[in-house]
């Protein structure tokens, strides 16, 4: 039944009848992820299953702190490296835990300590420097 | 410390040390590595990549392997709990199943799964099963 439903939205979407947003507001998609969370919620007291579930949202994190990365978002920079913190103080890594957590601490206070240094894009503007920087420092070591 | 023994209206205080992405990716996909040992994922692995690659991987050494090796098996458990809560068979995976035979070729329409990682992903079901099922 959903999958039916979700295949037509899919032609539609590919055929250019709907735009994107309309697609992704679509009611099929809730329903399905309703239904997904259900499922996992269901294989929860299966001790290999929710090894696997933590896999997943461990994945997760690691994408959207990629995408954080990538499109300079520094709020889903912050909020991805305190969701990591759980899992490498679990893996053992304290010292990264240690230092995950003062990081978070400064920069959260950065607002105040540092108010120049974050104007929205300026996140954009330092990373796109250090990116020269790297590169310059790259094609130094190159030659 | 420098910056913090530095008196408030030295140049140095305007500096902002930040914790570099590319390191703390590593860190973070070690960590995956050493918490998902023993479970299998090694194994996984060895269908699509080399033995030697795979201790790479798993240590975090080499990174774009890693990402990839990573967001491929997240596709293939995302792609196993889909068609088990729409109850779609995936094609390509021969199960001993009592479920009547669904409607094929309509799970890449609900998984996440990017046209391009389907291939190996395929290998890697095989190996999934028994993960999810016992």
């Known amino acids: ?85 759980s899992s490498l103080a679990a893996a053992g890594h304290n010292l990264y835990a240690k230092s995950v957590r003062l990081y978070l601490q400064s920069m959260s206070s950065l607002e105040t300590d540092h108010p120049s240094k974050l104007m929205g894009r300026r996140f954009r503007w330092i990373h796109s420097c250090y990116i020269s920087v790297l590169l310059l420092l790259a094609s130094l070591w190159m030659t | 410390m420098i910056i913090m023994s530095e008196p408030l209206d030295s140049d140095l205080c305007k500096i902002v040390l930040r914790l570099g992405g590319f390191h703390t990716k590593m860190s973070f996909l070690g960590c ?26 798993l240590t975090s050494k080499a990174i774009a392997r890693a990402v990839r090796a990573h967001l491929l098996v997240d596709a293939a458990v995302n792609t196993l709990i889909v068609s088990k809560a729409l109850k779609v068979s995936i094609p390509g995976l021969q199960e001993k199943s009592d479920d009547p035979p669904a409607v094929e070729d309509e799970y890449d329409h609900d998984a996440d799964v990017s046209p391009h990682a389907r291939p190996s992903e395929e290998c890697t079901q095989k190996r999934h099963v028994p993960f999810l099922t016992n």
């Open chain 1, 1 to 85: 039944m959903y999958t039916k439903e979700a295949c037509s939205l899919f032609d539609e979407l590919i055929n250019k009848r709907k735009s994107a947003e309309e697609v992704s507001a679509a009611d099929v998609l809730t329903r399905i992820k309703d239904l997904l969370q259900e499922q996992r919620d269901l294989m929860k007291d299966n001790c290999t299953a929710l090894l696997w579930l933590q896999y997943l949202d461990m994945v997760d994190i690691l994408r959207m702190f990629i995408k954080a990365e990538r499109t300079g978002n520094w709020r889903l920079h912050l909020q991805a490296l305190s969701e990591m913190l």
């Open chain 2, 32 to 57: 995956i590595g050493s918490l998902m040992a023993g479970s299998g994922l090694k194994e996984i692995l060895e269908m699509i990549y080399a033995p030697n690659a795979v201790e790479h991987i």
